[in-house]
């Protein structure tokens, strides 16, 4: 079985390519959604995110304070450092665990927000970058979080820059009108299935 990676940066469609894949009956582990899991039921986490910014930072009803950490780490290099070294190690046991059930498949998928920035990249087969123009993944974010222009900027200038991400791609979809993404995809789960390297 082949562990394949995928990112992009924030609008560029890379739940949209995810979930072609799974149409064509490929497994996909979400690594940003199980994370947002764990902070909530990882005793681990809970009690590293209390130690790092206090008992507050969980709301009455046990839930995280999402916007509260945001706002802490969003700026905080150092901050957002430790958060993802407290949280990434125990989502990558995760996805050990969840990758041995479906060891018996051709290949499955590892989605994540940042997979080049934690290195995690090299413990795949291949890895795909989803890029998009700037602008078009702005619009996208507006439109999908409800939120502004400014706002998306500075998310943006937050994440590595698309052209640090390409060198360690191994392929790349580009996700925009310009570009038709099942035809890529569809040659992809062929090599994939067929361990060429192809494009």
Same mark, same amino acid.
């Given at each position: 079985?082949?562990?394949?990676?995928?990112?992009?940066?924030?609008?560029?469609?890379?739940?949209? %390519?995810?979930?072609?894949?799974?149409?064509?009956?490929?497994? %996909?582990?979400?690594?940003?959604? %199980?994370?947002?899991?764990?902070?909530?039921?990882n005793n681990y986490i809970r009690s590293g995110l209390k130690e790092l910014f206090g008992e507050t930072i969980y709301l009455t009803d046990g839930k995280l304070d999402r916007k509260k950490l945001a706002a802490l780490i969003f700026n905080d290099v150092?901050?957002?450092?430790k958060v993802n070294k407290l949280v990434h190690p125990v989502v990558k046991e995760n996805f050990l665990d969840w990758a041995d059930k479906h060891k018996?498949?051709?290949?499955?998928?590892y989605e994540a927000a940042i997979l080049f920035e934690t290195g995690y990249y090299?413990?795949?087969d291949y890895n795909i970058l989803v890029t998009a123009e700037e602008d078009i993944r702005i619009q996208r974010v507006i439109k999908r979080d409800q939120t502004n222009r400014e706002a998306v900027i500075e998310r943006i200038k937050n994440q590595m820059p698309d052209h640090d991400k390409i060198s360690l791609a191994d392929f790349i979809i580009h996700n925009d009108e310009k570009h038709l993404i099942i035809p890529k995809i569809l040659k992809l789960d062929k090599i994939f299935r067929n361990n060429g390297k192809t494009w």
């Open positions: 079985m082949k562990k394949i990676g995928i990112t992009g940066g924030i609008g560029s469609g890379k739940t949209t %390519v995810c979930n072609i894949f799974k149409v064509l009956g490929v497994s %996909v582990f979400h690594a940003d959604e %199980v994370a947002r899991n764990l902070q909530e039921t150092a901050s957002r450092n018996t498949e051709d290949y499955i998928i090299k413990d795949f």
